[in-house]
């Protein structure tokens, strides 16, 4: 018997897709070039791989539709950002790529009443693992 899907679940999702949508279209206007979106391995996803300039940014997107629970800045914790560093290494051996310039780049959303407000943090975290 299959189980019932969550409500809450589908509004995350679809706030994630939306937010990821609308951070592909604020890089693109900032001068990155979009690589790769959502880009999984069995260690986990990245959600946008560019190059900004000669540097591979691996970005996480954060949005958020309310600061119940913390601005979207705050949500990317040491595990997660172990997690994506792990996804990034495979990236860049899968690619071989391992001597390439990289960083870690954070775009938050916050999707409130109006224009979304959307900030980009360049280098954000070090590699972490």
Partial sequence: M????????????????????LAVSFLKKNGYRIIEQN?????????????DGRVLAFIEVKARR?????????AVTPRKQRKISM????????????GKKAR????????????PDIEIFKNAFDLAY
Wanted: net charge positive.
């Fill in 39 to 51: 880009y999984r391995c069995k260690l986990g996803e990245i959600d946008i791989i560019a190059r």
């Fill in 87 to 98: 996804v990034a290494l495979a990236y860049l051996k899968e690619t071989e790529q391992m």
């Fill in 2 to 21: 299959r189980k019932p899907e969550n409500p809450a679940n589908d509004g995350r999702r679809h706030t994630g897709k939306s937010g990821e949508a």
């Fill in 66 to 74: 309310t600061d119940l629970f913390g601005g979207p800045k705050w």
């Fill in 104 to 115: 870690f780049d954070v775009v938050t959303i916050r999707l409130l009443p109006g224009d």
